[in-house]
């Protein structure tokens, strides 16, 4: 232990690798709960009864789940970057191009950004798939009675769709929070 007290008092490791751990934290909890709450909020819009052409629409997350990341990634990097169709339609607009992707301070929240977002484009359609499944499997007989007794669509949702889908997720949310702590290919591509 004392050896690491030396490391990190030695210049600017320790006030930079708080920094650093700070950010994977909240990374890896925003990432994780974006892609969640998305990919179930994509899921309970595509199981509604009333929603035509839901296995049409299903089609779009997964089209976008069936492209390999490091593709996506090098798209994004691409449409972000100084020169890319982003900067382009946002001069054509009458704005100054916005560097999204360079070491300057107010560049980094834009590029944190970007990688919430480009993880969420990866990540969310099989969380959708997952969530989809799980959402066929949860027995109507509970919200029926539940609408019986007076239950919201918000309180069913609250006291019955959520615990039975955290329940069912909750092994796949702590691996994928350990693969969003330890995922260096977003920020690097």
Same mark, same amino acid.
């Given at each position: =232990?004392?050896?690491?007290?030396?490391?990190?008092?030695?210049?600017?490791?320790?006030?930079?690798?708080?920094?650093?751990?700070?950010?994977?934290?909240?990374?890896?909890?925003?990432?994780?709960? =974006?892609?969640?709450?998305?990919?179930?909020?994509?899921?309970?819009?595509?199981?509604?009864?009333?929603?035509? $052409?839901?296995?049409?629409?299903?089609?779009?997350?997964? =089209?976008?789940?069936?492209?390999?990341?490091?593709?996506?990634?090098?798209?994004?990097?691409?449409? +972000?970057?100084? @020169? $890319?169709?982003?900067?382009?339609?946002?001069?054509?607009? $009458? #704005?100054?191009?916005?560097?999204? =992707?360079?070491? /300057?301070?107010?560049?980094?929240?834009?590029?944190?950004?970007? $990688?919430?977002?480009?993880?969420?484009?990866?990540?969310?359609?099989?969380?959708?798939?997952?969530?989809?499944?799980?959402?066929?499997?949860?027995?109507? /007989?509970?919200?029926?009675?539940?609408?019986? /007794? &007076?239950? @919201?669509?918000?309180?069913? +949702?609250?006291?019955?769709?959520?615990? #039975?889908?955290?329940?069912?997720?909750?092994?796949?949310?702590?691996?994928?929070?350990?693969?969003? +702590?330890?995922?260096? &290919?977003?920020?690097?591509?």
């Amino acid at each position: =232990l004392s050896a690491w007290g030396k490391i990190l008092s030695l210049g600017n490791i320790g006030s930079t690798f708080v920094k650093i751990l700070g950010w994977n934290v909240t990374w890896a909890v925003l990432s994780t709960l =974006l892609n969640f709450l998305l990919g179930l909020g994509m899921a309970l819009l595509l199981n509604k009864k009333n929603v035509k $052409g839901s296995k049409f629409w299903r089609a779009f997350p997964i =089209l976008a789940y069936a492209i390999p990341g490091f593709i996506s990634m090098l798209g994004f990097k691409f449409m +972000f970057s100084q @020169s $890319g169709p982003i900067n382009y339609y946002i001069e054509q607009a $009458g #704005f100054n191009k916005i560097f999204f =992707l360079t070491n /300057d301070a107010s560049a980094k929240w834009w590029a944190r950004g970007i $990688g919430l977002f480009v993880n969420a484009w990866i990540s969310t359609p099989s969380i959708m798939l997952m969530t989809t499944g799980i959402l066929s499997n949860i027995n109507t /007989d509970l919200y029926e009675a539940a609408s019986l /007794d &007076g239950a @919201s669509p918000f309180q069913q +949702f609250r006291k019955i769709t959520l615990p #039975f889908v955290v329940f069912s997720t909750t092994p796949v949310l702590i691996s994928q929070f350990v693969g969003n +702590f330890n995922n260096f &290919g977003i920020f690097f591509f």
